[in-house]
């Protein structure tokens, strides 16, 4: 696969089958001694080498027939086409916005013209959505097209252009045990797998390598996306260890269907992403992953209300401001609203919900005592009516200068499943570019991988998972900086610091000076009393100059 740049400089290297970069990755390490805080720069010099070759990729679905599953399915599908459709509002055209690497874009540096900025997916070579084969399980036994209709997520004429597409899709006999997910959902589940818990896994192996037998795919992804489960007990014995929950399965002992599918997934070498809140990674589904190199992710997937709660609450506390009140009230009237008003099922949803603030309120220890959190409540309610189109009310209320107080008030109706569709083809494809980076320092001249629990995807998951003794990152910034800086480390490139030094010299070096930007067509001192910012007309990707941006305070 062809780069779309490519890096000048000693320290990267370019050969038929890998891109190797040399990189010095600078920490502080901070002690106190004798009642000074001693603040110590260090550097490791890292390698980093990225195997070019793009394979073939398969993504299985758990939950294929759900929401989810047949959005995204029909959305990559309508790409592929290049398929467009008229609304009320116009003709719309297939498109991945929502999509961190689809959609975003991250600067590589400064041109004659200013800052170059690159598709984030053009750091490294990427699986590209279009490619990606889709296969998958579920408990209803509706083809795809129609479980496409049953969700009512899509344009009805976009509907009627994927329906001879995905009415020869239909999912594989999935695992359901009713004491894991509410009771409302027996209804739906004429098409599961029977058999002992050990047999199932088996069954789920055989499908894997079936789907990587016939679609021709050379690796295969699983992720859950089917209904949240209650959480289940971590018991000493049962699923503590990789040993026992193998066990425990053999032994028919309670296991969640979403651990289930983990283990065969893990057996089978298979990347394994937990896109909904349930606790699917117990101790011995951890250790198991750890014993066979495979990488697991979750959990949860992070779409729209904990999104833009972890920015608001990093804004708040950067800001010197005490967050003390956070109230989150959402209503939804699709089948995980559905599921989700069973009070099991609600509790696994809520801790996800409810720790997103955790690591930012604990980085501001002047405003927040050893164990003091803000108040935190989240509500989940269902209505049938409003479907896969979910509506949030959040507030938040902070403690201001001198006793005041402000209180910020946010509607938000986000359409679900068109949300989470995108990071699923970004998890998909980011884990499947981590299993081809490899790195080693000087002091350790081994070449290793990542480690199994994936947490560089955090910025993806409402509860990232971590390594234990990793500290958590829920800072939706920090979590993207987190992905950007190290895929720019694979290329040799210096992590993005905004310091602009150049601009705010009396003398720059001639090594820092950038190229000159365009200039706006209007003067920004003639318009100060009108605008705080102004905005250069540019392309917005369909020939047309975008609208004049101004802010105001």
């Given amino acids: 696969?062809?780069?779309?740049?490519?890096?000048?400089?000693?320290?990267?290297?370019?050969?038929?089958?890998?891109?190797?970069?040399?990189?010095?990755?600078?920490?502080?390490?901070?002690?106190?001694?004798?009642?000074?805080?001693?603040?110590?720069?260090?550097?490791?010099?890292?390698?980093?080498?990225?195997?070019?070759?793009?394979?073939?990729?398969?993504?299985?679905?758990?939950?294929?027939?759900?929401?989810?599953?047949?959005?995204?399915?029909?959305?990559?599908?309508?790409?592929?086409?290049?398929?467009?459709?008229?609304?009320?509002?116009?003709?719309k055209y297939a498109n991945y916005y929502g999509?961190?690497?689809?959609?975003?874009?991250?600067?590589?540096?400064?041109?004659?013209?200013?800052?170059?900025?690159?598709?984030?997916?053009?750091?490294?070579?990427?699986?590209?959505?279009?490619?990606?084969?889709?296969?998958g399980w579920d408990v209803s036994s509706l083809n795809l097209a129609e479980a496409m209709r049953r969700a009512k997520v899509l344009d009805w004429q976009l509907q009627e252009q994927l329906w001879p597409h995905m009415v020869k899709m239909k999912p594989r006999p999935s695992i359901y045990i009713p004491g894991f997910v509410a009771a409302n959902q027996d209804d739906r589940a004429d098409h599961v797998l029977g058999g002992t818990k050990a047999e199932q896994v088996a069954q789920i192996r055989r499908d894997i390598q079936e789907f990587k037998a016939t679609s021709g795919v050379d690796k295969v992804v699983v992720l859950w996306t089917a209904n949240t489960e209650r959480f289940c007990d971590v018991l000493p014995g049962v699923n503590d260890t990789a040993a026992n929950l193998l066990q425990a399965i053999e032994r028919g002992l309670e296991v969640s269907p979403s651990t289930l599918f983990a283990v065969a997934s893990i057996l089978e070498g298979c990347a394994y992403i937990n896109g909904s809140p349930q606790n699917t990674f117990v101790p011995g589904a951890v250790e198991?992953?750890?014993?066979?190199?495979?990488?697991?992710?979750?959990?949860?997937?992070?779409?729209g209300q904990t999104k833009l709660k972890s920015v608001l609450v990093d804004f708040l506390v950067s800001a010197g401001l005490k967050t003390v009140s956070i109230v989150s009230y959402n209503h939804l009237g699709n089948n995980d609203g559905k599921n989700l008003s069973a009070p099991q099922q609600f509790r696994s949803k809520e801790a996800s919900k409810s720790n997103v603030v955790d690591d930012m309120v604990q980085s501001n220890p002047l405003l927040y005592g050893p164990q003091e959190k803000p108040d935190h409540c989240v509500v989940i309610k269902y209505v049938?009516?409003?479907?896969?189109?979910?509506?949030?009310?959040?507030?938040?209320?902070?403690?201001?200068?001198?006793?005041?107080t402000n209180t910020i008030v946010i509607h938000n109706t986000c359409e679900?499943?068109?949300?989470?569709?995108?990071?699923?083809?970004?998890?998909?494809?980011?884990?499947?570019?981590?299993?081809?980076?490899?790195?080693?320092?000087?002091?350790?001249p081994d070449f290793q991988?990542?480690?199994?629990?994936?947490?560089?995807?955090?910025?993806?998951?409402?509860?990232?998972?971590?390594?234990?003794?990793?500290?958590?990152?829920?800072?939706?910034?920090?979590?993207?900086?987190?992905?950007?800086?190290?895929?720019?480390?694979?290329?040799?490139?210096?992590?993005?610091n905004h310091m602009l030094l150049e601009h705010k010299m009396q003398r720059p070096c001639p090594s820092l000076k950038r190229g000159r930007l365009a200039e706006c067509p209007i003067s920004l001192k003639r318009a100060a009393a009108q605008v705080n910012g102004y905005l250069c007309p540019a392309s917005n990707g369909h020939g047309t100059p975008q609208a004049q941006l101004h802010t105001e305070n």
Wanted: proline fraction near 6%; charge should be negative.
């Fill in 99 to 135: 999509s961190l690497l689809q959609a975003s874009t991250v600067c590589l540096g400064t041109g004659p013209t200013g800052d170059v900025y690159v598709p984030f997916r053009d750091l490294l070579p990427m699986v590209h959505p279009n490619d990606i084969i889709f296969d």
């Fill in 449 to 496: 991988g990542f480690h199994s629990v994936l947490s560089i995807l955090g910025f993806l998951c409402k509860a990232p998972l971590v390594p234990e003794g990793s500290p958590v990152v829920n800072a939706l910034f920090r979590q993207r900086s987190c992905i950007e800086n190290i895929l720019r480390a694979c290329v040799g490139l210096p992590p993005q």
């Fill in 416 to 444: 679900d499943s068109l949300l989470a569709s995108p990071i699923i083809l970004d998890l998909a494809i980011l884990t499947e570019l981590c299993q081809r980076i490899s790195f080693c320092t000087e002091s350790d």
């Fill in 1 to 91: 696969m062809a780069e779309t740049f490519l890096v000048e400089s000693p320290d990267v290297t370019y050969s038929k089958d890998y891109i190797e970069a040399k990189y010095t990755y600078s920490t502080v390490h901070v002690s106190r001694e004798d009642g000074v805080t001693k603040v110590k720069p260090q550097s490791t010099k890292f390698t980093f080498r990225t195997e070019r070759q793009v394979p073939r990729l398969g993504v299985m679905l758990v939950g294929w027939g759900g929401n989810n599953g047949t959005t995204v399915t029909a959305a990559v599908l309508a790409n592929r086409l290049g398929l467009s459709w008229v609304t009320k509002t116009g003709r």
């Fill in 288 to 303: 198991l992953a750890l014993q066979r190199h495979v990488f697991i992710c979750g959990d949860d997937l992070k779409s």
């Fill in 384 to 404: 049938p009516y409003v479907g896969d189109s979910k509506r949030a009310l959040d507030e938040y209320t902070s403690e201001i200068m001198m006793g005041g």
